[in-house]
C-alpha cells in the first residue's frame, strides 16, 4: 500500500503565473482534503472532495479550486499566485472511518 | 467558528522530565486528532480520540480528552531527545466526515540532555 502520495515535491513559481498540484490518495480511500500550511503555522483547511464534487470549504478565495477525478485522485489548482501562497500543500484521504491519512506534501514558493 | 488553542507553543525540556501540552477548542467536537511534524516533513498521526473520558498511550506519550471541558491533554513522560518536535492538536466539527479539521498554531518542542 503506497499511502498518500502528491506531486511535485517542490515547485517555484512567479506571482500571477497558476499552478497545479496533484494527489493520490491511500487504497480504499474515496475522499481527499487539501490544507494549506504556511511556515511556523498549523495547517488551514481549504476543501475537501468528495464522489467528485467539492463536499466542504475553508475560507479560501475562489483563486483556490480543485477537482476529484474517477479514480479518487484529486489536483488543487492556484491561479494568479500571490507571494502570500507559499507554503506547504497537504493532501489527506480518509474514508468512511474517523482517521486521515496525510500525503508528504508539495512546498510551493511564489517568487 | 471552531477554534483551537494550543499552549505552550514552545516548551523545551530536559531530558528525563514530565510535561503536558493542552488543546482547548471552542465549540462541540466528537473528535480530536493528535499529529507530530518533524521539520521539512508532512503529518505524522499520534492518537484519534473520539469519546469523553478517551486516554490512549503509545511509548512515552498519553493523550486524552474531555468534550466537557473541550479539553484534550498530550503528556510526555520521561522525555528523550528523539521527541523534539512539532506537536499538532487538530479538531473536526460535530457530526461531520472526517477531514475538515481545525488545527492549533502547534507546540514546538525541544528535549535537551
Known amino acids: 500500500d503506497a499511502g498518500v502520495t502528491q506531486s511535485p515535491t517542490h515547485l517555484i513559481k512567479t506571482r500571477g503565473q497558476q499552478v497545479t498540484l496533484r494527489c493520490s490518495p491511500k487504497?480504499?480511500?474515496?475522499?481527499v482534503s487539501w490544507y494549506q500550511q504556511a511556515l511556523g503555522q498549523g495547517p488551514q483547511f481549504i476543501f475537501q472532495?468528495?464522489?467528485?464534487?467539492?463536499?466542504q470549504r475553508g475560507n479560501f478565495p475562489d483563486r483556490f479550486s480543485g477537482h476529484q477525478f474517477p479514480n479518487y485522485s484529486s489536483e488543487l489548482n492556484v491561479n494568479a499566485l500571490l507571494l502570500g501562497d507559499s507554503a506547504l500543500y497537504l493532501c489527506?484521504?480518509?474514508?468512511?472511518?474517523?482517521?486521515?491519512?496525510f500525503g508528504p506534501g508539495t512546498r510551493l514558493t511564489v517568487t | 467558528e471552531l477554534k483551537v488553542e494550543q499552549n505552550p507553543l514552545f516548551l523545551s525540556m530536559q531530558e528525563g522530565k514530565n510535561y503536558t501540552i493542552y488543546c482547548n477548542y471552542s465549540t462541540t467536537s466528537d473528535r480530536l486528532y493528535w499529529y507530530r511534524q518533524d521539520p521539512g516533513k508532512s503529518l505524522e498521526s499520534l492518537f484519534v480520540?473520539?469519546?469523553?473520558?478517551a486516554v490512549k498511550q503509545e511509548g512515552r506519550l498519553m493523550a486524552s480528552l474531555d468534550t466537557k471541558a473541550r479539553l484534550s491533554t498530550l503528556h510526555i513522560t520521561a522525555a528523550v531527545h528523539d521527541l523534539s518536535a512539532t506537536y499538532f492538536c487538530a479538531v473536526d466539527p460535530y457530526n461531520t466526515n472526517a477531514g475538515k479539521s481545525t488545527f492549533g498554531d502547534g507546540t514546538t518542542l525541544t528535549v535537551k540532555p
Open positions: 489527506a484521504s480518509s474514508s468512511e472511518s474517523y482517521e486521515q491519512y
Open positions: 487504497s480504499g480511500h474515496d475522499t
Open positions: 480520540l473520539l469519546s469523553n473520558g
Open positions: 472532495y468528495y464522489e467528485e464534487e467539492e463536499r
